[in-house]
């Protein structure tokens, strides 16, 4: 019965059933499922889209829209012989319209090609994640990808004008243009962004873009702690009146992890307790120094790097962007990416390290957007504890963390999704009115339940 739908597909749309194939677009960067789908599919522009959810509506076959595969959470797995649907052959690279600084793109192309495309024109897509070269404009937006500007920018549902969505019963939706006023009614495009792919299938979009600021500087500063970090945020902005595009905070052990594993030197004359990464607007080398000098006679830094060349500020990025991938090729991960507001930042990472962290059964590593609230927990497996026993304790831990954030109105995810990894997490952040009616919603529009199944929450 199996071949027989997969070979009728197959003769509509590029299929594959190559087991590397099978193995590479089942899974995401979780790591965590065993990925067993029956097969992906490649269609090459939104009609074949419509004609595979078509035909997967018809004949009642669960499929998983499948992007990049850097998800964080899961929500592009298919683990239960779901046919993928991937988007990558959507390679429409529209022009960029220098007027009303809009671009239109298929949903396959990457957050990197959209930057470097919008670049050569002296523009850009502020939506900038470490993953940028694989991460794809659809995934950013069936995530509502933050990033490292979300400080300066917002989220990416906040630089799109049109959307372009195929739904399960092949329906092909045009929602919005280019046209940046238009304010008629309930917005489906905002409901499409940020869906992790359960209420349709995002084909194309029209993003808006915005001028690259001239200049940018990045300066990497030694603090004593988050309560450091927060003093300098705000001193960055009321007295040093900094324009912020980004404010990153690294532990020790997230920075001793890039350093291991890329062989990297410390950038400071002593291995701090913690560092912030700031990226300012504009040219301001005798202010930036001038500032830094403040700081550090008032205690808030210890010690500081302020980059002198696009080299140096390249490669004190460096150590901010390859934490992920640091931690990774070190152990076996557990992560949580969480946000409250920033105000109360603080006292949710002092509880955070006296009170949850001796529940979780490894080291607990810390980096985020701390301009943003939002930071990434990971803990890392003993490499004597077997993954059973590691992912219960980590389950257990979890409780705890979610009912802390919970107390302080904070979110269970800042940005990754809730996709299959985070489902027990959801009513820390959402009631369950708010729940049903999203449910209500996903009914309706796909009544069979076979969009992304089990993603964010059961029907
Ligand atoms: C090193 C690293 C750093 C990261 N940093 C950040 C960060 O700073 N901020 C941040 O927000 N995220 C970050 N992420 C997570 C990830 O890159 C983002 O969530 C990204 O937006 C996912 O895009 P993708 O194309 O890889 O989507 P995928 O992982 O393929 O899919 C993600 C979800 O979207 C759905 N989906 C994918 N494409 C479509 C489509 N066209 N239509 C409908 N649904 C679709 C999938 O079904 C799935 O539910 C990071 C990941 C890594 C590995």
Redesign the pocket.
């Known amino acids: 019965m199996l071949t027989t739908w997969i070979d009728d597909l197959s003769q509509k749309v590029p299929l594959s059933r190559q087991p590397q194939d099978l193995q590479a677009y089942g899974r995401?960067?979780t790591r965590v499922y065993v990925p067993r789908p029956s097969a992906v599919v490649f269609p090459r522009h939104p009609e074949e889209v419509c004609e595979v959810l078509r035909f997967c509506s018809e004949r009642g076959i669960a499929v998983?829209?499948?992007?990049?595969?850097?998800?964080?959470s899961a929500?592009?797995v298919a683990a239960e012989g779901e046919l993928v649907l991937s988007?990558e052959r959507l390679r429409h690279l529209g022009e960029v319209d220098p007027l009303g600084l809009t671009l239109t793109v298929g949903?396959g192309i990457t957050n990197q090609e959209v930057h470097q495309h919008s670049e050569k024109i002296g523009l850009t897509w502020p939506i900038d994640?470490?993953?940028k070269g694989?991460?794809?404009v659809?995934?950013?937006l069936?995530?509502n990808?933050?990033?490292?500007r979300v400080i300066r920018y917002g989220h990416a549902r906040q630089w799109v004008t049109g959307l372009q969505v195929a739904l399960i019963d092949g329906t092909l939706l045009k929602l919005g243009t280019a046209v940046q006023k238009d304010n008629v009614g309930p917005d489906l495009r905002q409901l499409m962004i940020g869906s992790?792919?359960i209420l349709?299938?995002?084909?194309q979009a029209t993003l808006r873009l915005t001028i690259m600021p001239r200049e940018c500087q990045v300066m990497f500063l030694a603090v004593d702690n988050i309560d450091r970090g927060l003093e300098l945020l705000s001193h960055a902005r009321l007295q040093g009146r900094l324009q912020l595009q980004a404010f990153e905070f690294v532990a020790q052990n997230c920075l001793e992890a890039v350093m291991k594993v890329q062989d990297r030197a410390c950038p400071f004359a002593q291995i701090p307790p913690a560092a912030v990464l700031i990226e300012v607007e504009g040219r301001l080398d005798n202010e930036l120094e001038q500032w830094m000098e403040q700081v550090m006679s008032q205690g808030l830094v210890r010690d500081g790097v302020l980059a002198r060349s696009s080299t140096e500020r390249a490669s004190l990025w460096a150590y901010r962007d390859n934490i992920?991938?640091s931690l990774g090729s070190l152990g076996l991960m557990h992560k949580n990416d969480i946000a409250v507001e920033v105000g109360r930042l603080g006292e949710f990472v002092h509880t955070l390290l006296s009170e949850v962290a001796p529940h979780y059964p490894g080291q607990m590593y810390l980096f985020g957007h701390l301009g943003d609230g939002n930071l990434h927990i990971n803990v890392m497996k003993p490499s004597a504890m077997d993954p059973e026993t590691f992912w219960e304790g980590c389950q257990r831990a979890d409780q705890l963390l979610y009912e802390l954030l919970r107390n302080l109105n904070g979110s269970v995810s800042a940005?990754?999704?809730i996709?299959l990894l985070k489902k027990a997490a959801l009513s820390f952040s959402r009631g369950p009115h708010e729940v049903d009616t999203v449910r209500r919603v996903k009914k309706a529009l796909d009544p069979q339940g076979l969009l992304?199944p089990g993603?964010v929450f059961d029907l």
């Open positions: 995401d960067w998983v829209p499948s992007g990049g595969r850097t998800g964080l929500g592009a988007l949903a994640l470490a993953s694989s991460c794809q659809g995934g950013n069936a995530t990808a933050g990033g490292i992790e792919g349709g299938v995002i084909t992920t991938e940005e990754h999704g996709g992304n993603k």
